[in-house]
């Protein structure tokens, strides 16, 4: 399957640690891409590969991958992490595409 | 530093078509993969093709597959995308972006995005 589910909306405390989960076949054989998407601008690569992070993303941002999910974990949130954030993977049947989850809309409380 | 600059907004009535454009800069575009994406207004991201302008190989969602055509121009640095007959349902913000990470496919740098209007 190509499928990519994750759950729609989950909110965190400042400065506490959230983990937001990717569930989807194709994990079991490629890592996910994480990307952070704020109101009225362009996704921004957060993190991919087993845990990379691109240059000038803070390094409370990190990732994992255990069977068929992968989570991005944000340690210590802050304020300006409230944003859209999807995963994004290669489709394990043809390879030949990608594939975005649905989205989470993470609030910082 | 890297560039991608994405060509204006677009009011279309269906049927008709369209190409819009992504121009890159401060990178070696002909041999760096770049991807359309697409986001209908409110909804998430969806991942549509994507293009290695060196050789034109294209990749395609099946969801996009004869839906739209990508392709790309490396003697201007420009990719394209293009549709020859629009629907209301492609109305949408489009975005390119390019894979700079050599060892996988992520699109880690991003166009400002076209947005696109289909209304009769």
């Known amino acids: 399957s190509s499928e990519l589910t994750q759950d729609p909306a989950v909110s965190v405390a400042l400065g506490q640690t959230v983990r937001i989960t990717c569930q989807g076949d194709?994990?079991?054989?490629?890592?996910a891409s994480w990307y952070q998407q704020k109101p009225g601008q362009a996704p921004v690569l957060v993190i991919y590969?087993?845990?990379s992070r691109p240059s000038g993303i803070p390094d409370r941002f990190s990732g994992s991958s255990s069977g068929n999910t992968a989570s991005l974990i944000l340690t210590g949130a802050q304020a300006e992490d409230e944003a859209d954030y999807y995963c994004n993977c290669r489709d394990n049947n043809s390879g030949d595409h990608w594939v975005f989850g649905g989205g989470t809309k993470l609030t910082v409380l | 530093e890297v560039q991608l600059v994405q060509s204006g907004a677009e009011l279309k009535k269906p049927g008709e078509s369209l190409r819009i454009s992504c121009k890159g800069s401060?990178?070696?575009?002909?041999?760096?993969?770049i991807g359309w994406v697409r986001q209908m207004p409110g909804k998430g991201l969806e991942w549509m093709g994507i293009i290695f302008p060196s050789d034109s190989d294209t990749k395609y969602s099946p969801s996009f597959q004869g839906q739209v055509t990508i392709s790309a121009d490396k003697s201007i640095s420009t990719a394209y995308l293009q549709w020859t007959s629009l629907r209301a349902s492609d109305t949408a913000i489009y975005y390119c972006?390019?894979?700079?990470?050599?060892?996988?496919?992520?699109?880690?740098?991003w166009g400002q995005g076209t947005l696109v209007t289909v209304s009769s």
């Open positions: 972006a390019i894979s700079l990470e050599m060892a996988t496919i992520v699109l880690d740098n």
């Open positions: 590969g087993k845990n």
């Open positions: 401060g990178y070696n575009f002909a041999n760096t993969w």
């Open positions: 194709s994990l079991r054989t490629y890592y």
